[in-house]
């Protein structure tokens, strides 16, 4: 079947009629089941060789995970179900080429990051960057909860009105370059390792790092005069 022929359920619209298989590797980068590891380098190689069913078992297997990243970096429902289809479309596509260096979880990560930094750029050059992003549960989070540089003076109390705290984040998000923004979200909001995010953006640890440290500088400043 032709990739661009395939769809996947959207994870808005509820449960998969198949069970999930049981997870591999979560996104803080916890350890693997050596058993499981092998069950889905199994399916993989199936699905390299042509099943369907076992590529839709991957599917299963990081289907949720995949929506909710990328939910998280573009802080918009209908953008996270374009890039979770498109995802794995690519996945589909490019299967062949997977030489098992990496796990499918890096693999796929890495496709959808890409995907939003993508996304992230356009939007950039557009001045559309969302002013609130979203936490694990999907809730509004407030950045200056993630930036913060632990002065005796700060106040977590203080309570900001929506408007003026949506304007100062968007000005904030507006001075990272997308992949300091896109490092930035991965770490704080996703909780994923530096090493993880180096190698899902193609890039070290301690470059990973660096950019970090240069996004959190940023919003510090921009955000200096909330506090």
Request: contains cysteine; hydrophobic residues 40%.
């Amino acid at each position: 079947m032709p990739a661009d022929a395939l769809r996947f359920a959207s994870p808005f619209s509820g449960p998969s009629a198949a069970s999930s298989p049981p997870k591999i590797q979560s996104s803080r980068g916890m350890a693997i089941d050596p058993q499981a590891r092998a069950s889905e380098m199994e399916l993989i190689r199936e699905a390299q060789q042509g099943s369907r069913a076992a590529f839709d078992a991957l599917v299963r297997q990081y289907d949720q995970a995949v929506l909710r990243l990328a939910l998280h970096l573009t802080g918009s429902e209908q953008d996270a179900e374009d890039i979770h289809q498109e995802a794995f479309l690519k996945a589909y596509r490019y299967l062949g080429n997977f030489r098992f260096e990496c796990s499918f979880y890096t693999w796929i990560y890495r496709i959808v990051t890409n995907l939003c930094l993508d996304l992230l750029r356009r939007r950039k050059s557009r001045r559309e960057d969302q002013a609130v992003m979203i936490d694990a549960s999907g809730e509004e989070m407030d950045l200056l909860n993630n930036v913060s540089d632990d002065r005796a003076s700060a106040n977590p109390d203080r309570e900001l009105s929506r408007k003026l705290l949506g304007e100062k984040i968007r000005e904030a998000l507006d001075q990272l370059t997308p992949r300091e923004r896109m490092v930035f979200e991965l770490k704080h909001f996703q909780g994923l390792k530096l090493r993880t995010i180096g190698e899902m953006l193609h890039t070290t640890e301690e470059t990973a790092k660096n950019t970090l440290f240069r996004a959190t500088r940023k919003l510090r400043a921009n955000l200096a005069e909330l506090r």
